[in-house]
């Protein structure tokens, strides 16, 4: 059974940064993409980066580029997003996903077969 703990979120002032973790367990964690998500009150869950299993190749979306880094740690059963300079607007409950089939980096949901129970990122101007 696969499990995916998200931890490292909390309240930040803006312009300030946090790093979120997700511990993976019950599948070979490198043999798939891993993906990080968020979803805002009253809005549709919305893709925020994503990682290859080697960690070679990344995606991000538009609004994080240049100020979040996804990673991956295939040792540790972990993949990281480090967040800097960090905005109102992205506050957000934040989860971490691994890809049912693929390798490489994806952007839809729908790629995901697995989500952990997120974190709340809040992000105060």
């Known amino acids: 059974q696969v499990q995916l703990v998200e931890s490292g979120g909390g309240l930040v002032q803006a312009g300030g940064s946090l790093r979120l973790s997700c511990a993976a367990s019950?599948?070979?964690?490198?043999?798939?993409?891993m993906g990080w998500f968020r979803q805002a009150p009253g809005k549709e869950r919305q893709f925020v980066a994503a990682?290859?299993?080697?960690?070679?190749?990344?995606y991000y979306a538009d609004s994080v580029k240049g100020r979040f880094t996804i990673s991956r740690d295939n040792a540790k059963n972990t993949v990281y997003l480090q967040m800097n300079s960090l905005k109102p607007e992205d506050t957000a409950v934040y989860y971490c996903?691994?890809?049912?089939?693929?390798?490489?980096?994806?952007?839809?949901?729908?790629?995901?077969?697995?989500w952990g129970q997120g974190t709340q990122v809040t992000v105060s101007s």
């Open positions: 019950g599948r070979t964690f490198s043999m798939y993409a």
């Open positions: 990682i290859s299993w080697s960690g070679g190749s990344t």
């Open positions: 996903a691994q890809s049912k089939r693929s390798i490489g980096p994806r952007a839809e949901p729908n790629d995901y077969g697995y």
